[in-house]
């Protein structure tokens, strides 16, 4: 089966001071038709620039390598017109910030009309399909939403909003970036609840973006970690929260505070999150970790299969018969 | 809605009645008694003496005085002028027509030029965008009694291209003798509208919901009639509203610079010989026309900005 998006080496540069500084440095990702994967990673570790360029919605500046082909297709050499296509009919993306992703001055119905309206609905005919759209994501009053604007309305409405947007043009795929960071806990599990159950009824495949490893489980069906800029693990989502393969990831899970064990103390991942461009030359993860060995700083690791997933690290195998990655050490900082 | 324009529009009246208040009152702050000043440097008898004290009820009290001249007003009466030995509505009537044809051209030129240029250089960063910068930043700081003269200098002396002087006659004849005053008369408000309109764009272009309606798959035309150009008219036009109406004021500098015998000039004249009443009119003719044309920007800020239209309808 073809994937039905490919991501190849992706490197991200922004010009930065007098150099093009990477914001994502190497990212490889395939999602095959249907399926949910989730990109987990720290802020600034280059998740949404890369749901942004598979869209390509990048600002003007960013300089972008690698490849990513959406059913075969090079996403990022298309043309103006086949782009567009492509946008309208194939991807579609949602936000971390509902509030500000819709023109503060046009009403909800000019927004999912303006999206109707490329494919050639308009006028009532428009008005019923944003109404039946708008209770699909379970919005009861409807004709109040289409008459209201942005401001009008709260956060989890307008996220329902850009998701019903979203699933107008019946897309194949779906990017959602941190759909439910900003919004309160109740909200955000509607909110998942909509998106999970809208992607299983129409097998969309879904990019879903956060940076909590266990929503990304709960949702999706593989998990990739990304860490300044570089994809270092992807494994199905249950094996990653099992037996991680990539000591960031151990560090990740075992610093979550746990409901069921008191802990005097949470165990954190020493040392702070770091931006691609600051990454030393070998392993971006090696100044962190417990695990690192003067060779670790020698050269990037290679991105390689391993228990039926990928790690970029060299002492995976290693740590992983030892043990050592369940258990990961921590110096206490 | 409906509640908040009449709310404008009544506070626009406010504004118009305190100031004629003022402009009024002014005529009292002048150094000696108000008939004195009435008279000005000339020689009256006690019979004009008698006839202005009657036409300005100077011996009732204050605010009836005030009333009987705002009364006056309201019914085309601005009173009479002892210099020129006619009533003031004589002498604004033949006038305000140049006027208002040279602030109208100004105004065109000042929202066209700007805003034209400004949405330009607000799209395109780069080499026109850098050239539109240079120029505005350079028209910016000219006033308009420099911009009028280097343009007499410049058009109408060197190149001969227009005329030195004067207002013309007869429509097209008119619009070719005030182009260069229009000119001079916009050219700063032109370039602050640019400046404005080129931050507007910019910033909207920026936003995050840019970036919703690209990836949407809509046409960059699209995106920037819809998105961008709509919601950077919101600042553009409470802008290029208050440049217009800053017009006003530099109509005085740019009729009495090109010798054109409008309003502006007539002020300046009248000023200078002590035609109270005159100057007291004209005042308040200029300073109707900008509350008028801010209570416009007022209105359409509100049909503009549908968050303006919330807020008032809350408060």
């Given at each position: 089966m073809t994937d039905l998006l490919r991501i190849e080496g992706l490197r991200i540069q922004f010009p930065g001071g007098s150099q093009m500084r990477d914001?994502?440095?190497e990212v490889s990702l395939a999602i095959a038709p249907g399926e949910a994967v989730g990109l987990v990673g720290e802020s600034g570790s280059g998740k949404s620039m890369t749901a942004r360029a598979v869209i390509r919605v990048l600002p003007p500046t960013a300089r972008v390598s690698g490849e990513i082909t959406f059913d075969g297709a090079p996403v990022l050499?298309?043309?103006?017109?086949?782009?567009?296509?492509?946008?309208q009919k194939d991807v579609a993306m949602i936000f971390q910030d509902p509030s500000v992703h819709l023109n503060p001055i046009r009403t909800i119905l000019d927004f999912l009309a303006e999206g109707m309206r490329l494919r050639g609905v308009t006028g009532d005919a428009a008005r019923s399909r944003a109404k039946s759209l708008l209770s699909q994501v379970l919005i009861d009053d409807p004709d109040r939403v289409l008459d209201s604007y942005p401001h009008q309305l709260s956060g989890g409405m307008l996220q329902r909003v850009m998701i019903a947007s979203a699933i107008d043009g019946e897309p194949r795929?779906?990017?959602?970036?941190?759909?439910?960071?900003?919004?309160?806990?109740?909200?955000?599990?509607?909110?998942?609840?909509?998106?999970?159950?809208?992607?299983r009824e129409r097998g969309v495949g879904l990019l879903f973006i956060t940076h909590d490893l266990e929503l990304a489980a709960a949702i999706c069906d593989r998990t990739v970690v990304m860490y300044a800029g570089r994809t270092v693990e992807e494994q199905g989502s249950m094996a990653v929260h099992r037996a991680p393969l990539h000591p960031y990831t151990a560090g990740l899970l075992v610093s979550r505070p746990h409901v069921s064990q008191k802990q005097a103390r949470l165990q954190v991942l020493p040392g702070r999150p770091i931006a691609a461009y600051e990454a030393p030359g070998g392993c971006s993860f090696a100044p962190r970790c417990a695990h690192a060995q003067p060779a670790c700083e020698a050269e990037v690791p290679a991105f390689r299969a391993l228990a039926g997933g990928h790690v970029a690290c060299r002492r995976a195998e290693e740590l992983r018969t030892a043990g050592l990655l369940k258990e990961v050490t921590h110096a206490e900082s | 809605m409906a509640r908040t324009i009449i709310f404008r529009i009544l506070g626009a009246l406010v504004t118009l009645a305190v100031t004629s208040f003022v402009v009024y009152g002014a005529l009292f702050l002048a150094p000696g008694s108000p008939i004195n000043f009435l008279i000005g440097p000339h020689s009256a008898n006690p019979a004009t003496i008698a006839r202005l004290e009657t036409q300005y009820h100077l011996n009732d009290p204050f605010f009836q005085q005030w009333w009987t001249w705002v009364t006056g007003v309201l019914h085309g009466d601005f009173g009479y002028s002892i210099v020129a030995r006619s009533s003031v509505s004589s002498l604004i009537g033949p006038r305000i027509g140049t006027t208002v044809l040279l602030i109208a051209y100004a105004g065109i030129l000042t929202i066209g030029f700007g805003v034209v240029g400004g949405i330009f250089s607000g799209l395109r960063p780069g080499k026109i965008d850098g050239s539109v910068t240079v120029l505005t930043s350079i028209g910016l700081g000219v006033p308009q009694f420099v911009s009028a003269v280097v343009f007499i200098t410049v058009f109408a002396v060197n190149l001969k291209?227009?005329?030195?002087?004067?207002?013309g006659s007869g429509f097209a004849d008119q619009i070719y003798h005030l182009t260069l005053p229009a000119l001079a008369l916009a050219l700063s408000g032109a370039c602050y509208v640019s400046r404005l309109t080129r931050a507007a764009v910019r910033d909207e272009t920026g936003r995050e919901h840019v970036v919703?309606?690209?990836?949407?798959?809509l046409s960059s035309s699209a995106v920037v009639r819809r998105h961008v150009l709509r919601n950077a008219a919101i600042p553009v036009v409470t802008v290029s509203g208050l440049t217009v109406a800053g017009l006003i004021a530099g109509t005085v500098v740019v009729e009495s610079a090109f010798g054109i015998n409008g309003i502006g000039a007539l002020l300046v004249q009248s000023v200078q010989q002590s035609d109270f009443p005159t100057v007291q009119a004209i005042t308040l003719v200029m300073v109707a026309a900008f509350i008028l044309v801010n209570t416009i920007v007022?209105?359409?800020?509100?049909?503009?900005?549908?968050?303006?239209?919330?807020?008032s309808a809350a408060g």
């Open positions: 914001v994502v440095s050499s298309m043309a103006s017109k086949q782009l567009r296509a492509f946008r795929l779906l990017l959602a970036d941190e759909p439910t960071t900003a919004l309160d806990v109740t909200t955000q599990a509607e909110v998942l609840a909509i998106i999970d159950r809208l992607r | 291209w227009f005329p030195t002087f004067g207002g919703t309606a690209r990836a949407r798959g007022d209105l359409a800020y509100l049909a503009l900005d549908p968050r303006i239209r919330a807020r």
